[in-house]
């Protein structure tokens, strides 16, 4: 199902990714494209692995593919992505792999075909630097991490 909005995406499927499902939206609403494994794997705890998807991609220039965990797998078994979200610039030609890490107490294992993360399509806007002596000033200024408000201690 594409609309007038879907931005098209090269992918080309490589040996070991034949037979699997492209990377799809579970519902009209997801931001995200559910991607699965093209191999098995058992991930020890505390253990990472770059679970190879069979797939490369051509991400169109202006634009990468933003890697994130399933919510499923990180709440139920501590399995996440630990660089999330990871990101897969336009200019990568390499398999498409989701680096994951088991933070569960138990080995995690991973069947070929079973969705491991989410992908989103996302712009990128690129940045350039301007030196300058002084920067204007604000509410906060240079207050760090916590300076907004934190958490407050209940019972304390």
């Known amino acids: 199902m594409h609309s007038t ?4 995406v090269l992918v080309k499927r490589l040996p070991h990714g034949e037979g ?24 020890a705890p505390g253990a990472r692995h770059a679970v190879a998807s069979g797939l490369s991609v051509a991400i169109p220039h202006g634009y990468e593919i933003q ?16 660089n ?13 792999k989701v680096i994951l890490i088991n933070h569960g107490s138990e080995p995690f294992a991973i069947l070929r075909g079973d969705r491991v ?3 989103v399509l996302a712009p990128v ?22 300076s907004t408000g934190g958490v407050v201690a209940l019972g304390s």
């Open 20 to 43: 699997l499902p492209l990377p799809a939206y579970a519902t009209h609403g997801a931001a995200g494209m559910d991607v699965v494994s093209a191999e098995d794997v058992t991930i």
């Open 67 to 82: 890697v994130r965990p399933r919510s499923g797998l990180a709440l139920k078994h501590g399995i996440t992505v630990p």
């Open 125 to 146: 806007t690129r940045g350039s630097w301007v030196e300058v002596a002084e920067l204007d000033e604000t509410a906060r200024g240079d207050g760090g991490f916590g």
């Open 5 to 8: 909005n879907d931005v098209p």
């Open 117 to 119: 993360a989410q992908l």
């Open 84 to 96: 999330t979200p990871g990101t897969i610039d336009s200019d990568y030609r390499g398999e498409l």
